[in-house]
C-alpha cells in the first residue's frame, strides 16, 4: 500500500505542533519559536540547494494532483512548499531535531556543544537509515544524483543528515541556551549587531534570535564544504549508481557516471511502477 | 557568557513532565513509521514488509534505545 503524501503531511505537521508545545515549556516560548523559524531557515536554504542542484527532487510523485505537470512535473502533490521542497521535509527535521537536542542536553548535561551536537545527529542519522528507503519506495522524493546506494538511498543523504544537526544544535546552544558567541564571528557580528556578541546575556531575546539565524547563514558554507567532501570521497570510491538521473534540475559533472564500466551490470534504482503514473 | 537554566527551581517539575512528553512523542512518531512500514511496499532490496520492520528496529537501534534511555531517566526524575 502508498502511504500517500497528505498523510505524511498531516502526521509530520501534527508531531511538530506536539513538538513545538513542549519545546516552549522546556526551553520558553520565545527560544522555542527561535528553534523552529532557525530549522525552517536553515532546512529550507539547504533542502532547495540541493535540489537545484539535482541531489534529489520531490516531484516524482503525485502528478495525479492539482498542479501536477503543470509547471514543474509533479509539482503540487504536497499540502504546502517552501519554493522546491515541501514545507513537511522542514517541519519533519524540526519535530525530529528539538527532541533530540532536549535529549542530548539531558543525557550529556553541560558537556561542550559539539560534542552533544555529535550525539544528537547520529541519533537522527540512526532513524533516517530506516525512514528514507520508504520515502523512496513511495516516492516522497527520488534520488538523482551518483554515489553508493543502499536500499535505494545515497550514503550522502546520510553524512548531510548528521551535519545538519551537528551544525545547527552547537549553534543553537552556544547562542540560545548558553547566550556566548564565536570567536571568529565576533568582527562581523561587532560590526552588524553594533555589540559584543562575545557575552549575549544582557541582549533581549529578539536580538539573540537574529544574531542565531545571522550564525546559521554563516556556517552554511562550512556546511556544504563538509557535506561536499565527504560524499565527493565516497562517490569516487564506491558509486554504484549509473545514470540517467532524471532530475528536473539536471546537474552538471555528472558525466562520468552516465555509463557504467564494462562488465558492470547497472542496479535497479527507481521503484516498480506501482501506480503507473510515471517510471 | 552564562548559561540559561531551563526554567527556575518552581517550573522544574513542569519543566521535566514537558521533556517526558516531548520523548514520549518521539517514541511514538517511531512507532507510527515502523507501522507505515509494516504497511506499505518492501524496501529496495527487500521481499516483503516484514523485512522492513525488521531491518527498522535493528538500523534504528541507536534512536528507540537512547529514546527509552532518556525516558526511563526522566520517569525517576518525576517520581524522585
Known amino acids: 500500500m ?5 498523510q505524511y503531511d498531516l502526521v509530520f505537521f501534527f508531531f511538530a505542533f506536539l513538538m513545538l508545545r513542549e519545546g516552549r515549556k522546556i526551553y520558553g516560548r520565545q527560544e522555542a519559536s527561535i528553534f523552529l523559524w532557525g530549522s525552517l531557515l536553515w532546512t529550507g536554504i539547504i533542502e532547495n540547494v540541493n535540489t537545484i542542484l539535482g541531489a534529489y527532487d520531490y516531484f516524482a510523485y503525485a502528478n495525479y494532483y492539482s498542479f501536477g505537470g503543470k509547471l514543474i512535473q509533479g509539482y503540487g502533490g504536497w499540502i504546502s512548499w517552501i519554493v522546491f521542497v515541501p514545507a513537511a521535509a522542514c517541519i519533519g527535521w524540526f519535530l525530529l531535531s528539538l527532541p533530540a537536542f532536549m535529549i542530548s542536553g539531558e ?4 558537556r561542550n556543544i559539539w560534542l552533544k551536537s555529535t550525539f544528537a545527529a547520529s541519533m537522527l542519522v540512526s532513524w533516517d537509515v530506516f525512514y528514507d528507503p520508504m520515502a523512496v519506495v513511495n516516492e516522497w522524493w527520488r534520488w538523482t544524483a551518483p554515489g553508493f546506494y543502499w536500499h535505494g538511498v545515497p550514503i550522502g543523504n546520510w553524512i548531510g543528515w548528521f551535519f545538519l544537526l551537528f551544525f545547527f544544535g552547537a549553534i543553537y546552544e552556544r547562542t540560545v541556551v548558553q547566550r556566548g558567541g564565536f570567536r571568529w564571528l565576533s568582527g562581523a557580528e561587532r560590526l ?3 555589540a559584543n556578541t562575545l557575552d549575549l546575556s544582557d ?7 537574529r544574531v542565531f539565524y ?6 552554511l558554507p562550512a556546511f556544504f564544504l563538509c557535506c561536499f567532501l565527504v560524499s565527493a570521497v565516497s562517490t569516487s570510491l564506491w558509486n554504484n549508481r549509473w545514470g540517467p538521473f532524471n532530475s528536473v534540475f539536471p546537474a ?8 557504467p564500466p564494462e562488465g558492470v551490470i547497472p542496479q535497479q534504482h527507481t521503484p516498480v511502477n506501482r501506480i503507473g503514473h510515471h517510471n | 557568557m552564562r548559561e540559561k537554566k531551563d526554567g527556575n527551581a518552581s517550573q522544574m517539575p513542569e519543566v521535566t513532565r514537558a521533556k517526558f512528553r516531548m520523548a514520549f512523542w518521539l ?4 512507532l507510527i513509521t515502523l ?3 509494516y504497511l506499505t511496499f518492501p524496501f529496495l532490496g527487500f521481499s516483503s514488509s516484514t523485512q522492513n520492520v525488521f531491518h527498522g528496529i535493528m538500523v534504528a537501534s541507536p534512536f528507540w534505545i537512547t529514546v527509552i534511555a532518556v525516558l526511563l531517566t526522566l520517569h525517576r526524575k518525576m517520581r524522585g
Not at chain 1, 214 to 219: Q, S
Not at chain 2, 27 to 30: A, I, S, V
Open chain 1, 214 to 219: 545571522f550564525r546559521l547563514i554563516a556556517y
Open chain 1, 2 to 6: 502508498r502511504i500517500e503524501s497528505w
Open chain 2, 27 to 30: 517514541l511514538l512518531f517511531f
Open chain 1, 107 to 110: 543525557l550529556l548535561g553541560k
Open chain 1, 203 to 209: 541582549m533581549d531575546i529578539y536580538r539573540v534570535g
Open chain 1, 252 to 259: 552538471v559533472g555528472q558525466e562520468q557516471y552516465m555509463t
Open chain 2, 35 to 37: 507501522l507505515w512500514a
Open chain 1, 192 to 194: 552588524l549587531f553594533r
